[in-house]
């Protein structure tokens, strides 16, 4: 039986686990990532067309900086590597009513920590974005330098930059480590087996599919559905640089500009159904399609009744309040668990990368909000 050894194996190569590998490499690190069905593939999380970086967070001024960091570095990757258009600076549009603190909290911390941001009245949201039916809505505020990441190919653009700095990839599908101690290797299904200093299981939904006892009870993947429709012909009005992202948590949903003429991306902000991301279908559902087609035709007058041109159904692996996983396995000293993106985590993938490969080199002292300690077994959404 062969054995390759390494300092460091990365089991999972979405976002969190290429940008953790990419880290290491950086490092100096001898890094092999493992994946059983291969970088943004259409089960991960990390797998779909587009996703929301944002700075905004409300009072949770850590996750602010940690975006704020992460955005920077995206850019530097993407303009290193020739393609920019990866990050779509479109700028996010927070909508809400007069008692929301989320939002009241995000303009606070925004101002404070220096990020660009501007407060809307509801006159001024009309003029700007004429293509919107408010309702509700009374203010709003606009970071004008956030934006979409599109997110599988900037995925697969950190998983060849780690082959590029000399990191190794084996598809294979990887069981969960027995006993304690330390764990000296991982035998793969071929007969093969690696061996390293240290493991990071950064497997996003499939965590506690591996880890049951551990993770089954603190973290949920739950079914998310997306909807992209067609917008009408030659109207602009629902592309940058006229329409940016929008959020509205108060009423649990979002939208996504035509990017890429891919459609109008509309979507629910709300934990859906327990999700099996390895076994479950992944048709959409009529009634999730009914309830996105009654927001579309409520908020966007010209869009009534627009075709559906694309679906998707990912998942979102939840834990208790919505801060990440990143701590060592209880049971063994040179396992890592890295996980719980909660439904806001890809934006982060930067600079969660650097912060578990310093953590595994000793340079950084772990964060109480990551540790496993802090994942309960009870659902309070906090984080968004």
């Not at 390759?4 to 089991?11: E, G, I, M, S």
């Not at 925004?110 to 004429?130: D, H, I, S």
């Not at 668990?337 to 930067?350: A, D």
């Amino acid at each position: 039986m062969s054995t390759k050894t390494f300092d460091a194996a990365v089991v999972g190569a979405g976002v969190f686990g290429a940008w953790t590998a990419l880290s290491l490499v950086r490092a100096g690190a001898r890094v092999v990532i493992l994946d059983a069905h291969g970088p943004a593939n259409s089960r991960a999380s990390s797998g779909g067309e587009s996703r929301v970086i944002r700075a905004g967070y409300g009072a949770q001024e850590f996750y602010t900086r940690w975006a704020l960091r992460s955005l920077r570095i995206w850019r530097e990757l993407f303009d290193a590597g020739g393609c920019p258009e990866l990050l779509r600076q479109t700028g996010v549009l927070w909508l809400t009513s007069e008692r929301d603190a989320l939002v009241t909290d995000t303009l606070s911390t925004l101002r404070a920590v220096g990020v660009p941001v501007e407060q809307l009245t509801r006159a001024g949201l009309e003029r700007r974005y004429p293509q919107f039916d408010f309702g509700a809505v009374t203010w709003g505020l606009y970071e004008p330098e956030a934006g979409v990441l599109l997110a599988r190919r900037a995925v697969r653009k950190v998983f060849e930059e780690t082959l590029k700095g000399g990191g190794e990839y084996l598809r294979a599908a990887v069981a969960a480590p027995t006993g304690g101690g330390r764990l000296d290797g991982l035998s793969l299904p071929d007969g093969a087996r690696v061996s390293a200093g240290a493991y990071v299981f950064a497997c996003g939904p499939w965590l506690p599919k591996l880890f049951p006892e551990l993770l089954g009870e603190r973290i949920h993947a739950t079914r998310q559905e997306v909807f992209f429709f067609g917008t009408p012909p030659g109207d602009a009005r629902f592309s940058p640089p006229l329409m940016p992202v929008w959020i509205d948590f108060g009423a649990e949903v979002y939208g996504i500009p035509d990017v890429d003429e891919r459609g109008f991306k509309l979507a629910l902000d709300r934990h859906g159904p327990a999700f099996d991301p390895e076994e479950d279908s992944r048709l959409p559902s009529a009634e999730a399609l009914a309830e996105v087609r009654r927001v579309l035709d409520a908020r966007f007058p010209a869009m009534r009744g627009a075709p559906l041109v694309e679906s998707r159904v990912c998942q979102y692996e939840n834990t208790s309040n919505g801060d990440f996983l990143i701590d060592r396995h209880p049971d063994f000293d040179n396992v890592w668990l890295v996980g719980g993106g909660s439904g806001h985590g890809f934006k982060h993938g930067p600079a969660l990368g650097e912060f578990v490969a310093e953590l595994i080199d000793g340079r950084r002292e772990t964060e109480p909000r990551f540790s496993l300690a802090a994942k309960e077994k009870f659902r309070r959404r906090a984080i968004y």
